[in-house]
């Protein structure tokens, strides 16, 4: 199959008029323009896109898939209420709901452009879900409020794949994360820290996000104190930013730091020098109360940066090019090349995939998307002006087609009926309790 457009923009590459990708599935086996490579594969069908832009499918990369079904009852509210309204909801969650939560956040993912996430994982469903609709990534399986010695049974009741080559089966990576500094203990961080070290699979935390976490790592002060007595065994307040607090627990080097809203300047510098990035979610930030990213700053001090839409219950949507265009609301500075990098290769690279995908050059999967932005002589620009969840055309991954003139090839209303079977039996359990 050739994925023809107006412009292919491949990321690693200069833009290319009247383009094609050549897919021999599940990878790229050409890039070029359209009728060098009609004559070089004349036997191959083409998807033609008249007023379209190829590219790589977009990088989401902190997502957490299973909050989708229940956003609604979650609500809106200050970040402290809002983690113990999402904590009260998931208790109430089977297996089988969290399926259908991340089925429909899959959906709505592939539908927007992205095909591939870091998403945070409470078991093997999200992995498979996101899988059954074409999505690929790094599947974050997450602990909190356990002993250190304890985790290899909640690992094991999590279905962890139990060796680093499992980890790393086909287009998933199975990572780990201790959820953050007040909710899991200093042992338990480096507990599991070092097992990701060992299987050699990508290890997240979210650090530096609210001031209610700053409180309480400088004076064991604020409103995290009773949760981090229960939650976080052995917690002691270390007098000092999350991320320095990691990197004293020797768990800072490779880590991927989601949020980083309130990092100090010396906590930017640590996060240059030793993580493999950090994920912004901008939109969420602001929903949530607990401000803006200091994108420059970030930038400035040479950080790796992604750029993520986290749950559909602290944001408006899981659309991220609408997150792009707020991460350049906060920095006006950042070039329209610079942050569609951001979207596809350099948050393939923070979440440590980007030799498989992220930019459309032969080899890699054959993740390939194609937005609808009008005639335009600079594809970058349009792609970032006109990209939408609702201009995306066509959605390719490893090869599949997964969106076809807008709409998915899958049934989607069975999806979207068992996301709404969800959301009434959280609701109905919150009114109950």
């Known amino acids: 199959?050739?994925?023809?457009?107006?412009?292919?923009?491949?990321?690693?590459?200069?833009?290319?008029?009247?383009?094609?990708?050549?897919?021999?599935?599940?990878?790229?086996?050409?890039?070029?323009?359209?009728?060098?490579?009609?004559?070089r594969y004349p036997s191959l069908p083409v998807r033609e896109h008249p007023g379209c832009v190829i590219a790589p499918g977009l990088v989401n990369a902190h997502t957490h898939l299973a909050l989708t079904s229940v956003a609604r009852v979650v609500g809106r509210a200050p970040f402290p209420e809002w983690l113990g309204r999402v904590a009260a909801v998931m208790r109430v969650m089977d297996a089988d709901d969290i399926?259908?939560?991340?089925?429909?956040?899959?959906?709505?993912?592939?539908?927007?452009?992205v095909t591939t996430v870091g998403d945070v994982a409470y078991g093997p469903e999200a992995p498979a879900a996101a899988a059954d609709l074409g999505l690929d990534g790094v599947f974050f399986f997450e602990v909190l409020g356990i002993e250190a010695e304890e985790l290899p049974q909640r690992l094991a009741e999590m279905e962890y794949p139990q060796d680093g080559e499992s980890c790393r089966a086909g287009r998933t990576v199975c990572g780990l994360t201790a959820h953050a500094p007040y909710s899991s203990g200093p042992g338990l961080i480096q507990a599991a820290y070092g097992l990701a070290q060992q299987r050699?699979?990508?290890?997240?935390?979210?650090?530096?996000?609210?001031?209610?976490?700053?409180?309480?790592?400088?004076?064991?002060?604020?409103?995290?104190?009773?949760l981090a007595a229960r939650l976080a065994h052995g917690f002691a307040p270390p007098a000092c930013g999350p991320v320095e607090y990691v990197h004293r627990l020797g768990a800072l080097r490779g880590v991927i730091a989601v949020h980083c809203t309130k990092a100090t300047e010396r906590e930017m510098s640590l996060l240059a020098r030793e993580a493999a990035g950090a994920v912004l979610c901008p939109r969420s930030n602001r929903i949530l109360g607990n401000g803006a990213p200091p994108v420059r700053e970030l930038r400035a001090r040479g950080v790796r940066l992604a750029?993520?839409?986290?749950?559909?219950?602290?944001?408006?949507?899981?659309?991220?090019?609408?997150?792009?265009?707020?991460?350049?609301?906060?920095?006006?500075?950042?070039?329209?090349?610079?942050?569609?990098?951001?979207?596809?290769?350099?948050?393939a690279s923070v979440l440590g995939v980007e030799d498989r995908v992220g930019a459309l050059t032969p080899g890699r999967y054959a993740d390939v998307i194609a937005v609808q932005t009008g005639p335009t002589d600079d594809p970058v620009g349009a792609l970032l002006e006109h990209g939408r969840a609702a201009t995306v055309r066509t959605v390719v991954s490893a090869g599949v087609l997964r969106v076809a003139d807008g709409k998915p090839t899958v049934l989607s209303r069975p999806i979207e009926h068992a996301s709404a079977r969800v959301a009434e039996k959280a609701a109905r359990a919150l009114e109950s309790a």
């Open 307 to 347: 750029l993520g839409t986290d749950s559909l219950a602290s944001n408006d949507d899981l659309d991220l090019f609408e997150e792009a265009r707020a991460l350049r609301r906060l920095d006006a500075t950042i070039e329209p090349q610079r942050l569609l990098s951001i979207l596809t290769i350099e948050g």
């Open 1 to 39: 199959m050739l994925i023809a457009g107006d412009w292919v923009v491949p990321v690693l590459g200069e833009p290319i008029r009247d383009g094609a990708v050549v897919v021999r599935a599940p990878v790229i086996a050409d890039v070029g323009p359209l009728e060098a490579m009609r004559e």
């Open 200 to 226: 050699g699979v990508p290890f997240a935390m979210h650090l530096a996000e609210s001031d209610a976490e700053i409180r309480l790592l400088d004076s064991g002060s604020g409103p995290f104190v009773s």
């Open 99 to 113: 399926a259908a939560s991340c089925t429909h956040g899959a959906l709505l993912s592939i539908r927007a452009g």
